[in-house]
């Protein structure tokens, strides 16, 4: 039975209180399933841009860490956002304090957390065709992160970050004001959220697979064990 044929069944009850339980067990309680058909584009396009088509193998078929897919997780009234990017192969999750939503903004917030990171891990980045990624270039020069680009409303084409955005409401509403939030409190969201298992991961830890892959296995037992001595706790 695919995933599909589960959500045709929920929304086809009738409205009232059994359909509304249900909805709110799922991830994203939405009250009713979105159409995967998209109205055209609005935004126009993008000029000067490498096309997902151009990305080396070892990212379009995750390979190793180091690819990572980016977007922005807009809140109210979309005036304020977060940066959001997810490695394709381990689904290690960095989020980015944004000050606004511009270009500008982008650049600033996007190199900040990339930088942290080591040069191993900063490969390449796919992104829509969103006009804040327009100093696309100067992040390359700043981060060494190739910028592809993916097909204008081809959302699939980046779906492992939309999946990501979606579990992401759960800590981020939409409708929610998120430019209060600091870097420190975005970074243990992300912690959180990266020691959570994932079924596509054989249940492991994201931030466990990360850092094993790029070759730093005492830190992720540390940080393996540090979340269980955490269940411990709680469980006292």
């Known amino acids: 039975m695919s995933h599909e044929t589960i959500y045709t069944a929920i929304y086809a009850m009738p409205r009232g209180p059994i359909r509304r339980e249900l909805t709110r067990l799922l991830k994203q309680q939405r009250a009713a399933r979105r159409s995967s058909a998209r109205g055209p584009e609005r935004r126009g396009r993008m000029l000067d841009v490498q096309s997902i088509h151009l990305r080396p193998p070892a990212a379009t078929e995750r390979l190793v860490p180091g690819h990572w897919e980016g977007d922005f997780l ?122 959570r298992p994932r079924a596509s991961l054989g249940y492991q830890f994201p931030a466990v697979v990360f850092l094993r892959e790029l070759g730093m296995p005492e830190l992720a037992a540390k940080v393996r064990q540090s979340v269980f001595d955490s269940f411990a706790a709680l469980r006292r």
């Open 74 to 195: 807009v809140g109210a009234r979309n005036a304020s956002a977060i940066g959001v990017l997810v490695d394709r192969k381990t689904l290690f999750t960095v989020l980015a304090r944004m000050r606004g939503c511009t270009a500008a903004d982008a650049l600033e917030g996007f190199s900040r957390v990339l930088r942290r990171l080591p040069l191993s891990a900063r490969q390449t980045l796919t992104y829509d065709q969103g006009k804040e990624m327009a100093l696309h270039r100067v992040l390359t020069q700043r981060t060494n992160v190739s910028v592809y680009f993916a097909d204008p409303s081809s959302p699939w084409q980046r779906g492992i970050c939309e999946n990501t955005n979606g579990l992401l409401r759960q800590y981020f509403p939409k409708g929610t004001d998120l430019s209060g939030y600091t870097q420190r409190q975005l970074d243990r969201i992300a912690h959180e959220f990266n020691t």
